[in-house]
């Protein structure tokens, strides 16, 4: 790539209701880099990671949570960079840095009091890879560790079911369950590979094959006291039957419902929510902004764990920027397994192993 070239990723329209968001809904484009101006720096972008939630930003009214993008321009996304050049006292040339970067190469940053302190960061423990402060140790860890251990309010010998948990919060939230004391931890899933790599690789008690087995009877073997914590990313038919198999006191903690949230069609409420009555259950949703005065308390115990290597890193990574629209895809197919991550760009070379 010519240094003096920005690579960008802008929006050319709106993906309608029954489609799967890809490439054909954006344009690839190029410009000049920028100089910063007084007050402002500059991001060279090395690992953006694609969410559900960035579909919403082409949604037309579709909440009013996300802010709308407008056709043409450069889509919004997080990611992780170094700065390369500064016109600001407080942010250093070499200093890593989370933010949105947008779907690009570079970026200016320009602080201006809390709308940019909102969710954006200098990166205080850099490590190689850096994919791992956008995924086990940056906001997909941050969102798993408040949803389970301040919503969910996790106590040790609770009994925990995981939903989209070869995903990339949900292979973070089973993990963080098994560390601190859950007595049963189990995961659904949507391949055989995937449930093989939940109770392998990351710990988990049981996995369910949502697509070949019949969840409510899994449940119910699995679960024959009922579940304690129920860590929702879907939604849907999932949601329903673990609603059935509830124990006393339950807590529901819903991140996400990537089920029936962008899907074509009527969609209806669970049937089973009248046991949350006869168990005396609560839910609750949540966003991880809601906890950003909070986020230093995750961040150390999520590097903790890290370093004594029982969280371990679950960040799939795609190669390129050109990658990138591919990747948001994969959220939708279920072609993901860990926190999606696209890679820009190498590591700098001076950060530790």
């Known amino acids: 790539m010519n240094p003096g070239t920005n690579r960008q990723w802008r929006v050319a329209r709106y993906p309608r209701r029954d489609e799967v968001i890809g490439p054909e809904h954006f344009t690839w484009t190029s410009e000049a880099v920028r100089e910063p101006d007084e007050g402002q720096f500059l991001v060279r972008t090395i690992c953006l990671a694609p969410v559900p939630a960035q579909r919403g930003y082409l949604e037309k009214n579709h909440n009013d949570f996300l802010e709308n993008l407008p056709v043409g321009a450069v889509m919004r996304g997080r990611g992780v960079g170094e700065i390369v ?12 840095f989370i933010g949105s970067l947008g779907w690009q190469d570079y970026s200016i940053q320009h602080p ?26 940056g906001q997909a860890g941050a969102t798993a560790y408040f949803g389970l251990l301040d919503i969910g309010k996790l106590k040790p010998g609770d009994k925990v079911l995981v939903s989209g948990a070869a995903g990339g919060i949900g292979s973070i939230a089973g993990q963080i369950a098994r560390i ?93 929510y009248q046991r949350m009555v006869y168990k005396r259950a609560r839910m609750e949703g949540y966003v991880l902004f ?60 001076h950060l530790p192993g």
């Open 85 to 96: 050049a500064s016109r600001h006292p407080d942010y250093q040339v070499g200093d890593m």
């Open 180 to 272: 601190c004391g859950a007595g049963v931890v189990v995961g659904t899933a949507g391949t055989e590979a995937k449930c093989r790599w939940l109770r392998e690789t990351l710990g988990y008690d049981a996995a369910i094959n949502y697509r070949t087995e019949n969840v409510p009877e899994r449940l119910a073997e699995l679960f024959p006291d009922g579940i304690d914590v129920f860590f929702d990313n879907v939604g849907g038919d999932t949601l329903n039957a673990a609603l059935g198999q509830l124990a006393m006191h339950a807590r529901i903690v819903i991140c996400g419902f990537i089920s029936t949230d962008y899907a074509p069609g009527t969609h209806h409420g669970p049937i089973n």
């Open 290 to 349: 809601d906890y950003w005065d909070r986020y230093a308390e995750a961040e150390g115990n999520l590097l903790r764990w890290y370093r004594q290597g029982v969280l371990k890193a679950t960040e799939d990574e795609s190669q390129g920027l050109e990658t990138m629209p591919a990747a948001l895809a994969s959220l939708f197919t279920g072609g993901n397994t860990g926190v999606k991550i696209c890679r820009v760009a190498p590591d700098p070379e």
């Open 112 to 137: 201006r009091g809390k709308e940019f302190v909102f969710s954006t960061r200098k990166v205080t423990n850099p490590l190689r890879p850096l994919s791992t402060q956008l995924g086990v140790l």
